[in-house]
């Protein structure tokens, strides 16, 4: 749940990506990487800490009021 709406989450630490979707509404957000860097060195930081705040995200029972 989140605000009260009803909500399916998906995380693929392969591509540091979650998807948020609210059937309820027949909605959906997609968030992903940002665009990668020319530089390898840069692109391998950015993916790392990408994957380290999907890694915080808690997944709470459904009715657990998190948000």
């Known amino acids: 749940m989140i605000n ?36 390898p060195f840069t692109t391998e930081l950015q993916v790392a800490v990408e994957k380290q705040i999907l890694a915080t995200l808690a997944v709470q029972p459904a009715g657990g009021g998190g948000s």
């Not at 989450?9 to 997609?30: C, K, N, R, Y």
Request: glycine share 12%; aromatic share 6%.
């Open 4 to 39: 009260g709406m009803q909500t399916l989450v998906s995380l693929d630490p392969s591509d540091a990506t979650m998807a948020a979707t609210f059937p309820g509404i027949d909605q959906w957000i997609t968030i992903g990487p940002a665009p990668a860097s020319g530089d």
